[in-house]
């Protein structure tokens, strides 16, 4: 006959409820236990799944897809994610909606494109390039970008007026005016650079207004 001292832990994947057991029972699938010595199993989180019993860890769903419940068993779980969204971690619950500026056609994705340069979008989930508008004239967009911006690539400061409704004629960029205008173009939140200023009375001192690509 055996003498029993002590009881033993159940190892990882396994657990026993009751009192009095002479074994431990596996974690069934969809479940996984990482420690020794527990009464129950965990259910496999969101993002994950397990469809084999006796684990101590859950399998996670790859980037561009997602699971949004507990206790999965099977990688059907993870789903795709739709166009106009992405997913670049593994074992996550979501998707993410693509930033303003961005768009995805495809569905199963880890990233956005960008628009491209001369274009923006101002939504954020958006599922065609065709999302991506042409910037109006006298405006500029690098890319990427949720809206035209003052061309601070060389608009002259006389378009750069026009876009803050200040004066425009030629008296009124004297000298004097110099930090009127850099103070009227702090108060609209742009950059006291974006045009090129000149002392010179004439107008023809100024760079000619940038023209954003068409494209």
């Known amino acids: 006959s055996h003498t029993f001292t002590s009881c033993q832990n159940c190892a990882v994947g396994k657990h026993q409820p009751n009192s009095r057991s002479s074994f431990c029972s596996s974690c069934v699938a969809g479940q996984h236990q990482p420690d020794i010595g527990r009464q129950n199993c965990r259910a496999c989180a969101a993002g994950q799944y397990e469809y084999s019993s006796g684990q101590s ?36 619950s979501s998707c993410i909606s693509c930033p303003q500026g961005m768009y995805q056609q495809y569905s199963t994705q880890t990233s956005c494109h960008a ?32 809206s035209w911006k003052l061309g601070d690539a060389g608009e002259s400061c006389d378009a750069v007026c026009v876009e803050l409704g200040l004066p425009c004629t030629d008296a009124d960029w004297g000298v004097n005016d110099n930090a009127a205008f850099q103070n009227a173009l702090t108060a609209a939140g742009e950059s006291t650079s974006v045009c090129s200023w000149s002392s010179a009375i004439s107008t023809s001192s100024y760079p000619a207004p940038l023209i954003s690509s068409s494209s």
């Open 57 to 92: 860890s859950c399998r996670s769903c790859a980037a561009g897809r997602y699971n949004p419940s507990t206790g999965r068993t099977s990688s059907s779980s993870c789903f795709s994610c739709s166009p106009g969204l992405f997913q670049d971690s593994t074992s996550q």
């Open 115 to 146: 628009c491209a340069a001369g274009r923006y979008n101002p939504s954020t989930a958006s599922t065609s390039s065709s999302a991506c508008r042409n910037c109006p004239t006298g405006k500029y967009s690098t890319g990427s970008s949720s």
